[in-house]
């Protein structure tokens, strides 16, 4: 019977053994949710919850890049926004100049000349303007200028070929210097300042908001968005940045000896008109860049809620409930805690078994 009785306090130490190990190994598990905040360090410790877990956290991370890339187009559409703006006001201010030429009865043309070449140079420096490494007016081709000799655009074969046409104009009169004028302008043409990739089949830049939406976020340098230039293949190019620029070059290049000329002031009416028409188209185009801005704005606000909802859901599969642990935690100690006297218990018991009695 002795040796009986011993193989069962044996067996049953060995269990309590095993099962002493078992809580220690659960008490290890608590303490790494509590300080780590997480269930499982590996998606497979969260058993059933894993596959919601990666798909959640794929769909984070699919919002986290679309919230980088609207917020990338939003700075640059504000920007936009600003710098055409500051074209406006450029043109309607040389529109003034050239009103007050026309009305004052007093020939200042070589100023308004000086006014037109250097509101020229202002021009299509802000048409370079970069956010970043981006030319936002490049479109695609954002790595590149739109205008890839601004600094020079008064010496360029663009100015050269308006210039030259404008010191003929007592010769072939006002109707032959617009054609002129017009065609150095056109897209496509050789003397055309503008980039060969926007000449080519250039396309605004765009931004993914999910769900299969876009939505436009740039302007091109040399195209209108969403104005329609009036007087196509007439007395404009369809672009009202072409346009304007058309009008500079003209007005910069005319002098005061042109002045007493019968063909100066329809000249100047003409491409009064021009810039007046480009400038209404230019609000046209920022009116539109507006209306996309608030989609941007929209759809931050969206893609923000949906990042808190998404990682809510992610913190419910795999984050720590810290009440409950710290109850399951407190209990396996308190059982870890008997297991250790059992084990005691049992090891004097077993042991005094098997003493001879003195």
């Not at 028409?277 to 608030?294: C, H, K, P, Y």
């Not at 084990?343 to 078994?353: F, G, P, T, V, W």
Request: aromatic letters at 4%; a negative charge.
């Amino acid at each position: 019977m002795l040796a009986v009785s011993g193989a069962t306090d044996i067996g049953t130490l060995s269990q309590t053994t095993a099962n002493t190990e078992l809580i220690q190994q659960r008490i290890d598990q608590l303490t790494e949710e509590t300080s780590t905040g997480f269930i499982s360090q590996t998606y497979d410790g969260l058993g059933s919850g894993a596959p919601q877990a990666l798909n959640l956290t794929a769909q984070l991370a699919q919002n986290t890049t679309l919230q980088a890339n609207v917020s990338q187009a939003t700075t640059i559409a504000s920007e936009t926004q600003t710098v055409l703006g500051q074209i406006q006001t450029l043109a309607s201010s040389f529109a003034q100049s050239i009103t007050t030429e026309l009305t004052s009865g007093a020939s200042s043309a070589d100023a308004v000349a000086t006014t037109a070449r250097d509101t020229l140079s202002e021009i299509v420096g802000l048409l370079n303007t970069q956010v970043g490494d981006t030319y936002i007016f490049a479109g695609q081709d954002s790595s590149n200028p739109p205008i890839p000799d601004a600094g020079n655009i008064t010496s360029s074969a663009f100015y050269t070929a308006i210039s030259t046409a404008v010191a003929n104009l007592s010769s072939t009169g006002a109707a032959a210097v617009e054609t002129a004028t017009l065609a150095a302008s056109q897209s496509g043409s050789a003397t055309s300042p503008f980039s060969t990739t926007l000449e080519a089949s250039n396309t605004p830049a765009t931004v993914d908001l999910g769900g299969g939406q876009f939505v436009q976020t740039g302007v091109l340098a040399d195209q209108n968005s969403d104005a329609v230039s009036t007087g196509v293949g007439t007395t404009s190019t369809g672009s009202y940045i072409r346009d304007l620029l058309r009008g500079l070059a003209t007005v910069g290049s005319l002098s005061s000896a042109q002045a007493d000329d019968t063909d100066f002031e329809p000249l100047l009416q003409n491409t009064l008109t021009s810039v007046q028409n480009a400038t209404t188209a230019l609000s046209t185009d920022i009116a539109g860049l507006g209306a996309r801005q608030d989609r941007l704005t929209a759809a931050t606000s969206d893609l923000t809620d949906t990042a808190t909802a998404l990682t809510t859901q992610l913190s419910n599969v795999q984050d720590t409930n810290v009440a409950q642990v710290a109850t399951e935690l407190s209990t396996a100690q308190t059982q870890l805690q008997a297991s250790y006297q059992i084990i005691a218990s049992l090891d004097q018991l077993s042991l005094a078994k098997f003493l001879p009695a003195s």
